[in-house]
Structure formats: structure tokens, C-alpha cells
């Protein structure tokens, strides 16, 4: 017998333009929908010439480009952007780039309640959650508020095409982990498990082919279109143990955020996979693989990503460090977290183990 359906559901209120060329030829009209004559577009430093190319196209509905965004949004930077979106008199923020450049422009509308257009340039889904992060004396701080959901979302796939194939690859594990805890999330719905499964099976299939061939435009729409369906599973559930832990390794220990991801997904979904045998038959069906943890070690290995957090400079001696610092935190997740649990699944993640093997001899 099945179990009765039980949940519930909210729209989020974001726009969203998929299209190629859209963020030159649909940023300033999303900007005049929402009535904004003085915006401030941000960027990190790599990403400034294509945060230009939207400000020319925005023309004199642009104030200027503050390209300094960095990692996590330190909290001085935050600060400095605040203050030159007053010095400007800006009336909105486009956010033009990374989960860091998107992160920024959260941290401005955080601050000044201004509205935040997003173009993102990466799978990570930033644009579509509610979520907003600042680092502070080494620790980053998190939490939910609607003022930084980004009031439009443009999608243009070819500001992907310049994105390295092993940060596509990291990036697109990184999506394909939203969808995964989503479909197991304790607030996970019918629509936005249906979301998760289809973002999987897009960004599944597109990364090889983005691998193979870069420049490959239809494959990076692809990608695009399941980085979208994954940030928005993101900012509709709640996530689990694998965000906590990569949060933990990346906060602390300063690992690399998408890389990281995609080397704990696999020993995640082996340590969650009795617990949530449904979540793990959709992502079975859409990865078409009866073994999902494997199939995403073997992915990620094929793609030619990091397959151990050794190779990403974690040190032995942080793997307890880390596990007692998972274990102490709480969030929902379909298998009790206990610190030799983590422990286990960390150790095996550390020397890249197969992930269905035993731990430890
Ligand atoms: P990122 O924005 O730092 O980008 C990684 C690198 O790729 C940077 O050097 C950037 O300049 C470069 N880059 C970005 N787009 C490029 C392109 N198209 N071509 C060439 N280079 C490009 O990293 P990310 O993985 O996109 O985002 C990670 C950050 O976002 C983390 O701080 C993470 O915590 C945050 N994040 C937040 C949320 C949320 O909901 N708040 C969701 C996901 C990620």
C-alpha cells in the first residue's frame, strides 16, 4: 500500500527568461518591468567584461559595474558594495556571474531592500532560492529571506560557453546534489520532486556532452535548463546532510565549493539510500542506473572531476574535526547523522573508496 499524499506547496514569485543571447538582449527589458532607471550591476573580477556587456545594453538604465565579488561574500565586501550602491543612488542590483557574483547582489538587497535581476553564469542555483550567505572571521553565516529572491532569473546559455569544462563538471554535480536531497527533503512535493528528477536526467546528460565539446550551444542550454530545475528544487526544499557537510568542509576547512559537492554526493546517497528508497528510484530512473551512488562516482571519474576529498587538500586529521562538527548541527535528513556515521562516509570520501564498499577494513 502506498503512503497518502501529504504536503505543501508554495510558488515562489521569480521570473524567469531562457534564451540564448538573452542577457544582453532581455536584462534591460526584465530591468524596465520592474521599473528600474539606476542599476547596479556586480561581478566578480573574471566575470567583468560579460557584466560590461550587460551594462552597455542596459545603457543609461545602469549606474555601474562594482566587480568584486568574491567566494562566500566576505563581509566587507558586502559593506563596500552597500555603500557604492548608495553612493550611486541605485534603484536595483543585476547580478551578473557565479553563486559569488549572486550572492553580492543578495547581500546588497539584504541590506537596502533593493531588487536584485539575476544572470548566472554557473549550475549552482543560487538564483533561484531565497537563501542568502556572509562570512564573517572565517565562519559563514546563512538564512532565508524573500527581499533577496532574485525578482528576475535571465538564463543565457552562451555566457556558459566559456565556463572550463571541469568547473561545468563540478558545477553540475553541484546542481544535480540540490535536486537529490530535494527529492528526500522532509518538505519535498510532488511538483518539485518531479523538478528533481527531470533537472537530473537534463544535467545527466548534458554534461558529457558539454565535456566533449564546449562550445556545443544546445548542450549548454541543457545544462542550463537543469541547473534551473535543480536551483529551484534548492530554494523550495529544505536540504540534508550532504549541503551540511560540504558546508562544514568548505566553511572550515576552505575546500572548493562545486568540486567538494561532487565528491561527497556519492558517499551521501550510499549512507542515505536505505532510509530513502524513493528519492533513490528517481534518481535511478533518471540517471538510468540501478546503482546511483556509483553511477555518480563514475560520471564525475569519466568527466575527469576530483574523486577524493584528499585530492581537493583536506587533511586526515580533519576528517573527526569535520564529522563531529556535521553531526552537532541540526537539519532534517532521512537517516539519523551520528558522528561515526559521518565519520565512515567522510573517511571513504577521503580516499575515494567506491561508495557502496565498507568504510572502513
Ligand atoms: P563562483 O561564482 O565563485 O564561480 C567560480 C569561478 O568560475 C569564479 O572564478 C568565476 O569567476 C568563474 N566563472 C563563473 N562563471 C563563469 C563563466 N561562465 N565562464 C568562465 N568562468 C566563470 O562559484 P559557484 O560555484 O557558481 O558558486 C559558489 C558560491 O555560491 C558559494 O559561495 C556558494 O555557497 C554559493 N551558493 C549559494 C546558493 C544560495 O542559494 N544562496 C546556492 C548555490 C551556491
Given amino acids: 500500500m502506498s503512503t497518502p499524499l501529504d504536503f505543501s506547496y508554495e510558488t515562489r514569485p521569480a521570473r524567469v527568461v531562457f534564451r ?3 542577457s544582453v538582449t532581455a536584462t534591460p527589458g526584465e530591468v524596465a518591468r520592474l521599473g528600474l532607471h539606476r542599476v547596479l550591476v556586480v561581478c566578480g573580477s573574471r566575470g567583468e567584461a560579460t557584466a560590461r556587456a550587460v551594462a552597455d545594453a542596459l545603457g543609461g538604465d545602469c549606474v555601474g559595474v562594482h566587480a568584486e565579488a568574491l567566494m562566500h561574500v566576505p563581509v566587507e565586501v558586502a559593506d563596500r558594495a552597500v555603500e557604492v550602491a548608495r553612493e550611486l543612488g541605485a534603484d536595483g542590483c543585476v547580478a551578473v556571474g557565479g553563486g559569488s557574483a549572486i550572492g553580492l547582489g543578495k547581500a546588497i538587497a539584504l541590506r537596502t531592500g533593493l531588487p536584485l535581476v539575476a544572470v548566472p553564469s554557473t549550475y549552482a542555483g543560487s538564483e533561484m532560492t531565497s537563501v542568502w550567505g556572509l562570512t564573517e572571521h572565517g565562519a559563514k553565516r546563512t538564512g532565508r529571506n524573500l527581499a533577496v529572491l532574485p525578482r528576475s532569473v535571465v538564463y543565457d546559455p552562451e555566457l556558459t560557453l566559456g ?6 563538471v563540478t558545477s553540475g554535480i553541484n546542481a544535480l546534489a540540490h535536486a537529490a536531497e530535494a527529492l528526500y527533503a522532509p518538505d519535498a512535493s510532488p511538483l ?3 523538478m528533481a528528477e527531470e533537472g537530473v536526467r537534463a544535467m545527466a546528460a548534458a554534461l558529457p556532452r ?5 562550445g556545443d550551444l544546445d548542450a549548454r542550454g541543457r545544462a542550463l535548463y537543469g541547473a534551473w530545475l535543480c536551483g ?14 560540504c558546508h562544514v568542509l568548505g566553511g572550515t576547512f576552505g575546500l572548493p565549493h562545486a568540486a567538494t559537492h561532487t ?3 556519492p558517499y551521501v546517497l550510499a549512507y542515505n539510500a536505505s532510509a530513502a528508497p524513493g528519492a533513490l528510484t528517481a534518481l535511478s530512473r533518471a540517471l538510468g542506473t540501478d546503482d546511483v551512488p556509483r553511477a555518480l562516482r563514475e560520471l564525475a571519474a569519466t568527466l575527469g572531476a576530483p574523486q577524493s576529498l ?7 586529521a580533519d576528517l573527526t574535526v569535520a564529522a563531529a562538527q556535521t553531526a552537532a548541527q541540526s537539519y532534517p535528513n532521512p537517516r539519523e547523522v551520528t558522528a561515526n556515521g559521518v565519520l565512515g562516509l567522510l573517511t571513504a570520501a577521503y580516499e575515494g573508496w567506491d561508495p557502496r564498499s565498507e568504510p572502513s577494513p
Avoid: N, Q
Avoid at 565556463?163 to 561545468?168: A, E, M
Avoid at 528544487?233 to 529544505?238: N, P, R, S
Avoid at 536540504?239 to 551540511?244: A, P, R
Fill in 20 to 22: 540564448p543571447g538573452a
Fill in 210 to 214: 558539454v565535456a566533449a565539446a564546449p
Fill in 232 to 245: 529551484a528544487c534548492l530554494g523550495a526544499t529544505t536540504m540534508g546532510l550532504h549541503h551540511k557537510l
Fill in 310 to 316: 584528499a585530492e581537493l587538500g583536506l587533511k586526515e
Fill in 263 to 265: 565528491v561527497v554526493l
Fill in 163 to 168: 565556463l572550463p569544462v571541469p568547473l561545468s
Fill in 192 to 194: 518539485v520532486s518531479l
